[in-house]
């Protein structure tokens, strides 16, 4: 089993929906997780970090359920530059990020 | 944005040829790292760095070795290049030890996208 999973999509979405990702994660000593976003040919960039239940920034927010080792990401009124892939990333101790492969989002007009 | 630069920005090789990435920063962070990222893989750690001369193995760290003789410089290099390590690779940087807290941040550079024939 890998140590992170993602639905790869993509996810193609009109302006203005709601959309969520998941991802699951097998290391269950997993504490904090982070989602990073990266845009097409780009370098990854953070979005937001998780430590407890879950975290808002403005229309994102995740939540965490550490009962079923799954994170999710919410996208709501999603905008044409939400398009993007979406890297969910446990931290793993020892000072390393595990990286998802990613789930691609195509925001439409 | 974090002042991070990778040079090559792109390369197109041989198998068997040698080739050293360089990974450039103006922020005088500690930590530095080596990914690289293939279809249907997230980012994969290759080799990181704790300080200068001071580097560890990351998960897919065989064909490569690293060096930092200088805060600001990371190397990564390909001693005999194959196919399979045609990839894009992205070099990272961290003020502190990614402890999983809030203040961890690892800013990326722009990447190095590698071809090897």
């Known amino acids: 089993r890998k140590e992170v999973e993602q639905d790869p999509g993509p996810f193609n979405v009109p302006e203005g929906a709601t959309v969520a990702f998941n991802c699951t994660y097998s290391?269950?000593?997993?504490?904090?997780f982070f989602w990073y976003r990266q845009d097409c040919r780009k370098e990854p960039k953070l979005l937001m970090s998780v430590y407890s239940s879950g975290n808002e920034d403005g229309r994102f927010t995740a939540q965490l359920n550490r009962a079923s080792q799954y994170i999710s990401l919410l996208i709501r009124d999603s905008k044409l530059s939400d398009s993007a892939t979406y890297l969910c990333?446990?931290?793993?101790?020892?000072?390393?990020?595990?990286f998802g492969q990613g789930t691609e989002l195509s925001v439409k007009p | 944005d974090a002042g991070i630069t990778q040079s090559p920005r792109h390369k197109v090789t041989e198998t068997g040829t040698p080739v050293t990435l360089r990974c450039h920063q103006t922020?005088?962070?500690?930590?530095m790292y080596w990914y690289r990222q293939d279809p249907g893989h997230g980012l994969r750690l290759i080799h990181y760095s704790y300080g200068v001369k001071d580097t560890d193995k990351g998960e897919v760290s065989d064909g490569y070795s690293v060096s930092r003789s200088k805060t600001e410089d990371f190397l990564l290099t390909l001693e005999s290049a194959t196919s399979s390590q045609t990839s894009v690779y992205f070099c990272?940087?961290?003020?502190?030890?990614?402890?999983?807290?809030?203040?961890?941040?690892?800013?990326f550079g722009p990447g190095t996208r590698l071809t090897v024939l």
């Open positions: 990333v446990p931290y793993n101790q020892g000072g390393k990020l595990i």
């Open positions: 290391n269950s000593a997993s504490q904090s």
């Open positions: 922020e005088n962070h500690r930590y």
């Open positions: 990272a940087i961290s003020e502190t030890r990614l402890q999983g807290t809030s203040t961890d941040t690892q800013y």
